[in-house]
Nanobody, 128 residues
Framework: QEQLAESGGGLVQAGGSLRLSCAASGRSFSTYVMAWFRQAPGKEREFVATINWDRTRTHYADSVKGRFTISRDNIKKLAYLQMNSLKPEDTALYYC?????????????????????WGQGTQVTVSS
């Protein structure tokens, strides 16, 4: 497993932007599939975005496509989620996740059980 720590959440008005960061500590970060999930009160944790190890493949939930961008810096061991045009329905606790085991580079891992390492989450609140 990997230790992950999210940061960058906060309160923002609708239409605003935030950038979330996820810091990893392991030496093999560059081999992991990374993802962001979110969980709103009373709802299940849902997939937001994923990126493969060499940044050649990304995949987004339909609800965030065109507004959010996932990226990563393998030297700094950081993953990011740039969130633009935020909406009140984006309000949730956002989690960073890592898949540290074997992965296919041409497959989109989008369910929680695909990932074995999770951060504690960072709160994003979008006011209307």
């Amino acid at each position: 497993q990997e230790q992950l720590a999210e940061s960058g959440g906060g309160l923002v008005q609708a239409g605003g932007s935030l950038r979330l960061s996820c810091a990893a500590s392991g030496r093999s970060f560059s081999t992991y599939v990374m993802a962001w999930f979110r969980q709103a009160p009373g709802k299940e944790r849902e997939f937001v975005a994923t990126i493969n190890w060499d940044r050649t493949r990304t995949h987004y939930a339909d609800s965030v496509k065109g507004r959010f961008t996932i990226s990563r810096d393998n030297i700094k061991k950081l993953a990011y989620l740039q969130m633009n045009s935020l909406k009140p329905e984006d309000t949730a606790l956002y989690y960073c996740a890592a898949r540290t085991g074997a992965s296919a580079n041409n497959y989109d891992y989008i369910v929680t059980t695909d990932y074995n390492s999770w951060g504690q989450g960072t709160q994003v609140t979008v006011s209307s």
